[in-house]
């Protein structure tokens, strides 16, 4: 009998300690589960960006750089900030026009840094014009087709349409120009559409194919390697780095040299120093800064 009364007390002390652990280990999990709920919420919204929070907001003067020049810079700022983008969001998650707030900031840096008093920035502009590698593309993408779609009879009579109703409104939509016609093989060609101001392309691209049902597209992208400017958001403002990269270049440029700058919330520029392989005197502007050179007005 009293064999029996201690196995029920142990009985009845084993179900009270499992539903006590039980409730334990439930308010232990609700508990981080509210956390976890409340640390989402402080990160923002789904698909927010958090680069686009607390840019820097000074003030820049670009009356300096010829108007060439600007739409050059603008194209590189573009070009960054759509690097930044890509670390955070997909394509598909993406938009064709790039936040202006942040395309504007990462410009301002670069005008800030081009019209600094450092040396080392005309080096940078005048003797190798380093510009951001064209990649991703912000300018251009050829429409793949077949000799026979019907929507592009009307380019095939040289009118300044398509036959699609809403690939002509994408056209219209991003201010887009269709400059050419181009010969693949003997089954495609292509058409070539230019935007007049930087755009997403790899998120224009998405857009063809899910509104349209483009399903071949392709951009116009370099081979290789070459000279780059990288930027990074920091907790003082940004920081820069400009590349002349040369060497075998085929994949991955074996050999660079560097020059650092950071910019901060203010707008005040300071050169953080060089490194790098030795330029070879050969390395020079190229060809394009013939043209449109990287040079500040007098």
């Known amino acids: 009998m009293n064999y029996s009364m201690k196995a029920r007390s142990i009985l009845k002390f084993c179900v009270y300690s499992l539903l006590v652990l ?35 907001e000074f003030f820049v003067n670009d009356n300096l750089l010829p108007k060439y020049l600007k739409s050059i810079y603008k194209k590189d700022a573009t070009r960054l900030a759509l690097r ?72 095939k009579r040289r009118q300044d349409t398509t036959g699609s109703p809403s690939i002509n409104q994408i056209i219209r939509e991003y201010n887009l120009v269709m400059t050419k016609m181009v010969y693949l093989d003997e089954e495609r060609a292509g058409l070539v559409l230019q935007s007049r101001e930087p755009l997403n392309m790899p998120a224009l691209m998405m857009k063809f194919f899910t509104d ?14 070459g000279n780059d400017i990288d930027i990074a958001r920091t907790k003082d403002g940004w920081e820069l780095k400009y590349s002349v990269k040369f060497g075998n270049c085929v994949n991955q440029c074996q050999k660079f040299h560097d020059w650092k700058f950071a910019v901060s919330e203010a707008g005040e520029v300071s050169y953080s120093g060089s490194y790098g392989h030795t330029v070879p005197p050969w390395i020079g502007p190229g060809t394009t800064a013939k043209k449109y050179p990287d040079v500040l007005k007098k």
Not at 27 to 47: I, S, T
Not at 212 to 225: A, K, N, Q, R, T
Request: charge should be negative; aromatic fraction near 8%.
């Open 84 to 155: 930044l983008i890509n670390k955070e969001q997909r394509v598909s998650q993406q938009t064709v026009r790039v936040p202006e707030e942040l395309v504007q900031a990462v410009y301002n840096a670069l005008v800030a840094v081009r019209v600094s008093d450092y040396g080392s920035v005309d080096t940078i502009a005048t003797n190798y014009n380093v510009r951001s590698f064209p990649i991703p593309n912000v300018e251009s993408i050829i429409l793949v087709f077949e000799h026979d779609a019907p929507w592009v009879e009307p380019l």
């Open 212 to 225: 349209e049902g483009v399903g071949s597209i392709e951009e116009i992208l370099p081979y290789g390697d």
């Open 22 to 56: 039980f409730i334990s280990t439930f308010a232990v999990e609700d508990a981080e589960a509210q956390r976890g709920r409340r640390g989402k919420k402080g990160k923002g919204k789904k698909g927010e960006l958090t680069i686009l929070k607390n840019l820097p």
